[in-house]
């Protein structure tokens, strides 16, 4: 059996969730917490599966500027990297 692609289902997700640009800590936890139950959730839609996806996009994006050391970087966020 083949799922479809439920744009309503979906933009439905969208408004639940609100998934945009992460760009504190707090954010990112919340990001995460999504992630963590998404991750669990037995037989995902695939709308759950592509929010799941853009929300790892977006927390990876958020990691790699936050916590990658480099010249920008402030002493805390590297001894948290």
Do not use: W
């Amino acid at each position: 059996m083949t799922l479809t692609f439920n744009s309503d289902k979906y933009k439905n997700l969208l408004v639940q969730y609100q998934p945009k640009l992460i760009r504190n800590e707090e954010e990112n936890k919340k990001a995460l917490a999504i992630v963590e139950e998404l991750m669990h959730r037995s037989n995902r839609s695939p709308e759950e599966d592509e929010l799941y996806e853009l929300l790892i996009i977006l927390i990876e994006k958020f990691e790699q500027e936050y916590y990658l050391p480099g010249k920008a970087s402030q002493p805390d966020s590297i001894l948290r990297f």
